[in-house]
Nanobody, 120 residues
């Protein structure tokens, strides 16, 4: 099986920064696209940023210019650098990866989430 584990969340003041990490482990052959999503209670999960295996990125308009997604393919890890944080960034952030496992099966994998709370 494959596991994705997020880390780096926490409490930060508005205007501050956090760096989230998501490490994939298990029976991994390779990982295609990876992404960060966020969700608040009662609302739908939304895409924050995504990155292809080759490093092409996409961002939600609400975070463009403030957040940066990156990845280290050798470590099967994706990062989200969050700067100039706003209270509306408060959410549980989830990592996603399109994983090809060692059986050569492609599966969409999710982490369990990490809480980001931005105070005003």
């Amino acid at each position: 099986q494959v596991q994705l584990v997020e880390s780096g969340g926490g409490l930060v003041q508005a205007g501050g920064s956090l760096r989230l990490s998501c490490a994939a482990s298990g029976s991994i052959f390779t990982i295609n696209g990876m992404g960060w999503y966020r969700q608040v209670p009662g609302k739908e999960r939304e895409l924050v940023a995504s990155i292809t295996r080759g490093g092409s990125t996409n961002y939600a308009d609400s975070v463009k210019g403030r957040f940066t997604i990156s990845r280290d393919n050798a470590k099967n890890t994706v990062y989200l650098q969050m700067n100039s944080l706003k209270p509306e960034d408060t959410a549980v952030y989830y990592c996603n990866g399109n994983v090809v496992n060692t059986a050569r099966t492609t599966i969409d994998c999710w982490g369990r989430g990490t809480q980001v709370l931005v105070s005003s």
